[in-house]
C-alpha cells in the first residue's frame, strides 16, 4: 500500500460515555469523572473511497502517508461532527494540521516487524480520540497539570489538561469539559478564544522497550487564549485531590523554548539558552487538600523519556511537541 499514491483519511468517532459534568466543587468533578464508561473510539480509513476500520496495532501516521521520518506531516481535517483525517484535501475539510509521531513510536516499530512476529495486540478496539488544552493567560503563560504518581498510565508526566472525547461532542467542548474536570476552571463564553495547533499520535507505555503499547491516541492539542491574566486564573482553580492532577504550573515562553528544546529522541541535543532560572513555581496540593508552593527544579522539565520502564517526572513527548507549536503561534 504506497501512501503517495492513494488517498487515506481517518474517521475518528467513540463509543457511548455516560454522564455529564455537574457544578463546580472537587468532589462533584471526581464523581462525574468516575460516572463515565471509558471512551471507545473507532478509527476508519477511507481507502479508495470505502471506509475501513483500522486495527488498534497499525500505525496511523503510516496510512496517511508518513515516510520513515518522524514528521511532522501535513494532514488535511473535517471537524465536523467526527474529526475526519487524510493526506489530501476533500470535500468538507476545514483545517490543516501538523501531525507527528514520536520517534520511538511503537506501532511504527511494531509495522517494521513480519506479521509472524507481532505480538499479542487487541484485535477489537480502535484509536482513542482525545484532546488537550493548552491554555494560555493574557499575559501569555500556559497551564501544565501533573498525573499522579499512583496512576498505573504515565504517572508523574506534566501535561496540560486533556482526556477523551465523548460521543457526540465538540472538540471544544470535550476540552473545556476536560479542564474544569481537572482544574475547577470555567471559562465564560465570550472571554476566550480558540486556536487549532496540532494532532499527535500517542501511545502507552511510549516504548515498545517498556512493552507491548495498551493505549493508542490521536490526541488534537487545542489553543484556548483567555482574557484573563494568569493571577486571575489561579485564584478560581479549585485542586482535586481525587482527580488526576495534584499539581499545576504555568509556563512562560522563555522556560517552554527550553523544555521544547529537549526533544526526546533527537540525535543532537539543542543548544539551551544560559540564564535559565534553577526552577520554576508550581503549585502542589497535599492530602488533605491544602494548596502549598513548590519550587519545581528546571532540570526536572528538561528530563527525556527513558529508554528503560522508569517512573521519572518530565514533561510528555507529545506536550513538547504542543509547546513548540504554541511557540510558533507566538512568533517565537
Known sequence: MDGQNMQHSVVLCSAPRVGAAGPPGGATRA??????VTAAACVLLLLS??????????????????GPGLGPWPTHCSLKGQLVLSDRTFPGASARLPLPR????????????????????????????????????????VLLTRRTRTLSISPDLWVPPSGH??????????GLRELWEESGLQLSQGQFSRVLLGLWESASPPRLSWGFPKYHHI??????????SQQ??????????????????????????????TED??????????????????VEVQ????????????????????????????VSTGTKFALRLWLQHLGW
Open 31 to 36: 464523581r462525574a469523572r468516575r460516572s463515565r
Open 49 to 66: 473511497g470505502h471506509p475501513e476500520s483500522a486495527s488498534f496495532a497499525r500505525n496511523v501516521c503510516g496510512f496517511l502517508g508518513a
Open 102 to 141: 514520536p520517534p520511538f513510536c511503537p506501532f511504527a516499530a511494531l509495522d517494521q516487524q513480519p506479521r509472524t512476529s507481532a505480538p499479542e495486540l487487541p484485535t477489537n478496539r480502535g484509536v482513542d480520540l482525545g484532546v488537550a488544552v493548552i491554555l494560555q493567560s493574557s499575559d501569555q503563560t
Open 165 to 174: 472525547v465523548e460521543l457526540e461532542e465538540e472538540l471544544l467542548d470535550g
Open 219 to 228: 490526541v488534537l492539542y487545542l489553543l484556548v487564549i483567555s482574557q484573563e
Open 232 to 261: 486571575q486564573l489561579q485564584a478560581q482553580i479549585q485542586p482535586n485531590p481525587s482527580d488526576v492532577s495534584l499539581a499545576f504550573m504555568w509556563l512562560g515562553p522563555d522556560d517552554a523554548a527550553a523544555v521544547a528544546a
Open 265 to 282: 529522541g533527537a540525535k543532537t541535543a539543542r543548544t539551551l539558552p544560559q540564564d535559565l532560572p534553577p526552577s520554576v513555581l508550581a
Open 287 to 314: 492530602e488533605d487538600g491544602e494548596a502549598q508552593p513548590l519550587a519545581l527544579p528546571l532540570s526536572t522539565l528538561l528530563q527525556t523519556t527513558a529508554t528503560t520502564a522508569e517512573a521519572k517526572e518530565r
